[in-house]
């Protein structure tokens, strides 16, 4: 018996941005693992089967879905936004590497899909118009000085700067010190946006200098873009601005 | 007379990468206006308008949609990926800001799509799944010393590198240097991707490491990912590897 498994990502949660490429994986699956919520935007059929987990238990989940593969069944793998990006793309390659050699010969494929900054992005304009990077805030995995070096070189290499994982009840100020960190780099004018849940019924978005940017703006389903000191806001009456990040750019 | 103008990603060029949001934009669009390889993707009715223009023609192929958009028809503007990340988004805004008052008052919507980093990392494995950055290689719209400053501060700062616009015809050396760069802070080991064309039928895609990446495996539809100092191999047999890089980092 040979199984396989697909990790797809299900877009910023809007259905509509769902791959069909993604669809046609999710009609074809057997068995889909991954963190409640993200199942929960799946619609399926009483034959699929349906293994929930918690999001702070990624490598559990991931042998758990390479073992039933293993085993023989069609297996998807759910993250929200592009599985590739902070999600259960790499859980599974840790679990393949540190696993039973059968799991290196199971047919794995990974489908991209819309990650969370790039949907906030659009809802903004074009603030990804130019160089930029995207970083985890979460300390649970890497050290929080790696955190702190990293901003600050971003920060001041002229990157517009995606945060992933911003707050969560377990990481209370880590977005206030970031912020911190970033107003000692750049102009309290910066724009930043906060995208929480866009594209979804209940969608929050707004933009904010830097010196009024507080954590209290954001929640895990939030995605942070601070811009560069290049990063411009247009102004349009009745209408949300347009932030975005020229093409061009000054040394 | 009130025109509309949305920007659409066609995804990395697999149609089934294109987001039925995309999908339905374009089923609805009157005048089309990108990049004629771009435009190429999409199947036009006999009623929808057609306006191919060069790849060097951004800023006055987003003014044509613009002005086409305040005469009262419905714009699509096509980049391929996503139209945020280096492409159409941030030239719309460029010519709204520069432009006629009128066009601040357009329907302007921008459509996220799946861009070329997360199809190459998706066929790779996940190397994109610790903190990462995307950054132009292109010296035409700013000075070549940046991104030889940029290159080297995010490399040093453990950053996976995606790469676009790597190599041209008219930027022949770029590429070649910035390899070079980045052998000075990275172990020569380090894994390098070459994602040319993921998902079409001229697919071309490899992974060596740093010390053996040449220019002459990329061209201008290549997108090059370089990892970071944490970025591993899994290698399996009779299949490709899984390149990833871990959820966890060491300061």
Not at 29 to 48: H, M, N, S, V
Not at 217 to 246: E, F, H, N, W
Request: hydrophobic share 45%; proline share 8%; with cysteine.
């Amino acid at each position: 018996m040979t199984g396989r498994l697909v990790i797809i990502g299900t877009g910023p949660g809007n259905p509509e941005q769902i791959t069909p490429e993604a669809s046609a994986a999710i009609a074809t699956g057997e068995q889909f693992f991954g963190y409640g919520p993200y199942l929960d935007r799946l619609t399926l059929r009483p034959d699929q089967h349906r293994i929930a987990s918690d999001n702070r238990e990624e490598i559990d989940r991931a042998r758990a879905a390479l073992d039933a593969a293993s085993k023989g069944a069609s297996v998807c793998v759910v993250s929200g936004g592009d599985p590739g990006v902070f999600a259960m793309a790499a859980a599974i390659c840790e679990a393949v590497e540190t696993g039973p050699e059968t799991w290196r010969r199971l047919e794995i494929k990974v489908l991209p899909g819309v990650t969370a900054m790039l949907a906030a992005a659009a809802r903004a304009g074009a603030p990804l118009g130019h160089d930029f990077c995207a970083l985890s805030l979460s300390d649970n995995l890497k050290p929080w000085e790696l955190i702190e070096r990293r901003l600050r070189a971003v920060a001041e290499a002229g990157l517009v700067i995606a945060l992933y994982n911003p707050i969560s009840k377990a990481r209370p100020w880590q977005l206030a010190t970031g912020f911190k960190i970033l107003r000692e780099v750049l102009p309290v004018t910066t724009p930043v946006i906060f995208g929480r849940a866009i594209g979804r019924p209940d969608e929050h978005f707004v933009v904010v200098p830097l010196g009024e940017a507080h954590q209290q703006k954001a929640d895990m389903a939030t995605c942070v873009i601070i811009g560069s000191t290049q990063t411009r806001i247009i102004d349009r009456p009745g209408m949300d601005p347009l932030v975005y990040s020229p093409r061009s750019a000054e040394p």
